[in-house]
């Protein structure tokens, strides 16, 4: 079922900002997005919310400070997506121009699994560090710290996942979800906290006297900062939106770095006209397809390199893994739906699937797509070592997925090895024989947490446009602002006619819609069939460039028939 629903905004909110010069429909679109006033839409780094107000930030700083000066050894532990990836760069970088001995660990996933376990530990101990710094990891890594202190080494957890019940013993934690820290913003990625950190020691070793001439400019980490955040789907909130909006100005600008242009280029791409879309849909894949298929390190190694032709090598090798991470992808998607089909017509409140041949680099993706076609929380599993299996989940508005595995564990005692995540992804480890178990028990608590309403399918738009209001000036205005999860890019709805259609490239139709005696081009991606006379469409307004001229482009979301 779907329904379409209109966003609602304040008008006294449209008001102002229309007051303030903005656009009628750029005012409307902000207000129901939660901005009230012009300043919302300011995006001065002078904004971005104070590192002192991040608990333990300056502690921490402080700790790396007198580590750098009694040059201790430094080791980051990363996580192993495009979140981990640049949060590592960006402390291999900055610790590094402000003196740091400096390097990095990135566990092979399917060997040592997520997060600072005993045995990455033990692999670190390898490499003679005095301090453990994690990266998007390690809130919940309470056996692994203990592990590091019993070998005499101090672990600093950055990271911006949920904390369960017990903290690590740490020796200190920067996390803008731990208890008690009031950091207004809990959406910050874990290259985001990385980057606070950074500022932090910065203003430490500033204070000491530390840079004789001039401190390291943290502002060239941003584009960094802006793919780690676009790329880990965490909420554009204020001060999000101001960290992707700088890393997209030094990108367009020509400022970007070695490894970031070449991700662009080998995902044909053009940087100057760089966009939130290009970093979530063309480059985080590229990056994430180091650690879904191999090892991340090759990531890293793309995002810190300081020569552009090494970067490039780099980067045209992890084309090739995403390439191979589709082909996979599309296998396991078919092989989900065939499953499905099977078993039964109604997937019930969640789907749980399981195929031992299915890859557990790629099923994170897979709940994702099952969970987009389905409208369900979804988990895919696939086998991993010694009888386990790890699972990867994606949940639906109204289900808080972490949450959902907590009551299951509690419900059903042992039943979960160890879980972890947010509201909107999880994953887990269980015991091969117990996956039927545990897709009962989540059925059974997704059924207590969810309504019937909450599995209908919403598809929310900005209204409809007049079709004088249909410019090119306002798809420009549009494509200049930053979209993304939680601040959604702008979606329209309207009753057109089918003036003309015709299919281009193997599936794509190019359309002419007819409304209010006016004719616009649009594109319907993926659908080669025909489309009747009358469609109501929700679509979005594009800026079409062809041989050095632009023109206004509708694409198209959805569309259901009209009668005549």
Partial sequence: ???????????????????????????????????????????????????????????????????????????????????????????????????????????????????????????????????????????????????????????????????????????????????????????????????????????????????????????????????????????????????????????????????????????????????????????????????RLEDMALGIACLVSCEADRALEIARKLDGLNRERKSIESQMQDEAHHLLESVKEDPGYSISLFDPAWHQGVIGILASRIREKYHRPAFAFARAMDGEIKGSGRSISGLHLRDALDLVSKRHPGLILKFGGHAQAAGLSLLEADFEQFASAFEETARGLLSESDLERILETDGSLAANEMTLELARKIDAQVWGQGFPEPSFEGRFTVENQRIVGENHLKLKLGIEGRIFDAMLFFHAGPLPAKIHAIYSLAVNEYNGSASLQLTIRHWEGMGS
Avoid: W
């Fill in 1 to 291: 079922m779907r329904s379409i629903v209109a966003r609602s905004f304040q008008k006294e909110a449209v008001q102002s900002m229309a007051d303030g010069g903005i656009d009628p429909v750029l005012a409307r679109i902000y207000a129901s997005r939660g901005i009230l006033c012009p300043d919302g839409l300011e995006y001065a780094t002078q904004r971005l919310i104070p590192f002192d107000e991040l608990k333990n930030a300056s502690l921490m700083a402080t700790i790396l400070a007198d580590a750098i000066l009694e040059r201790k050894r430094i080791l980051i532990v990363a996580d192993y997506d495009s979140d981990g990836a640049t949060a590592c760069a960006v402390g291999m970088l900055a610790l590094a121009e402000m003196g740091a001995d400096v390097d990095y660990l990135v566990p092979n996933r399917f060997e040592y699994g997520y997060g600072l376990t005993p045995e990455i530990v033990r692999l670190a101990k390898t490499k003679h560090p005095d301090f453990i710094v994690t990266v998007d990891n390690g809130i919940a890594s309470v056996e692994g710290v203990l592990e590091a202190k019993r070998l005499g080494i101090p672990v600093l957890v950055t990271d911006h996942h949920l904390p369960g019940e017990a903290l690590p013993e740490a020796l200190a934690i920067v996390n803008p979800n731990q208890p008690g820290c009031a950091f207004p913003s809990k959406n910050l990625a874990g290259v985001g906290v990385m980057f606070y950190l950074m500022l932090a020691l910065r203003s430490e070793l500033r204070k000491r006297g530390h840079f004789p001439d001039r401190a390291p400019n943290l502002a060239t980490l941003l584009d960094l900062v802006a793919l780690g955040t676009v790329a880990d789907v965490v909420r554009l909130d204020d001060n999000n939106r101001i960290l992707v909006y700088q890393g997209l100005k030094r990108i367009r600008e020509g400022k970007a770095r070695p490894g970031i242009h070449a991700l662009f280029s080998v995902s044909k791409r053009d940087p100057g006209k760089a966009s939130a879309f290009d970093l979530g849909f063309m480059l985080g894949p590229r990056l994430n397809a180091a650690g």
